[in-house]
């Protein structure tokens, strides 16, 4: 078991760029979480898909922010445009229903 | 979005003490999950809780589901350096996460 991949794992670009963050979920998982982590704000929960459908993007905050989930094994989550606000650290998670997620090792964004 | 509040927010610690850290929330939840996370890693499931008083270990830790359903507690008995680092609870299966509290341990 590969765990969850996330990449890249460390990412800096400049304000007004387009970000694109990725993650492979364990095969199995049927549901696939976005985290953000800051130290203001903590882990906050952006989005999360079931059987790649997403079913609560209420923590995503603006339209700048969006995530796809094509199929089961893959899932992107894109800011365009970045700002520097959004340097936070984004995890990735993934589950079985009923069962606690797994979480990927992160990638690091800095927006300078 | 909505947190969890734990309690303490930080604590130092000596090797081989017992460690006891709570959280609560104004909402009842159906489970309970506590998090370990380590420096540049995601938080590491240590113990989940799907009923109101169960109890679970995990070798030295030791997780409880509050009656009431709207706290939990972690304890770890006999400390080791290696236990330091953040610990999270989380609600729902984590959709909601804890404010988290930094253990540090001194050998």
């Known amino acids: 078991d590969a765990g969850v991949i996330q990449s890249p794992r460390h990412e800096v670009t400049e304000m007004g760029q387009e970000v694109t963050l990725r993650c492979k979920p364990i095969?199995?998982?049927?549901?696939l979480f976005w985290y953000r982590q800051t130290m203001m704000r903590g882990l906050e929960l952006l989005i999360y898909?079931?059987?790649?459908?997403?079913?609560?993007d209420s923590g995503m905050p603006e339209d700048r922010f969006s995530a796809k989930m094509p199929n089961a094994s893959f899932s992107t989550l894109k800011i365009q445009p970045s700002e520097p606000r959004d340097s936070a650290v984004y995890f990735c998670?993934?589950?079985?229903?009923?069962?606690?997620?797994?979480f990927g090792s992160g990638t690091r964004l800095t927006v300078v | 979005g909505q947190q969890l509040n734990q309690s303490p927010q930080s604590m130092f610690i000596q090797e081989g003490e017992d460690v006891s850290m709570n959280c609560t929330s104004s909402?009842?939840?159906?489970?309970w999950l506590w998090y370990k996370q380590d420096p540049g890693e995601g938080p590491v499931l240590l113990i989940a809780?799907?009923?109101?008083?169960e109890l679970t270990s995990n070798g030295r830790l030791t997780a409880q589901f509050g009656i009431t359903r709207k706290d939990s507690f972690l304890n770890i008995s006999a400390s080791i350096p290696s236990d330091v680092g953040i610990y999270f609870c989380a609600g729902q299966f984590g959709y909601i996460f804890g404010t988290g509290t930094r253990l540090k341990v001194l050998a």
């Open positions: 909402s009842i939840f159906n489970t």
């Open positions: 898909f079931n059987n790649n459908v997403p079913i609560d």
């Open positions: 998670a993934s589950a079985k229903t009923g069962y606690g997620y797994t």
């Open positions: 095969s199995g998982h049927n549901s």
């Open positions: 809780l799907y009923k109101a008083g």
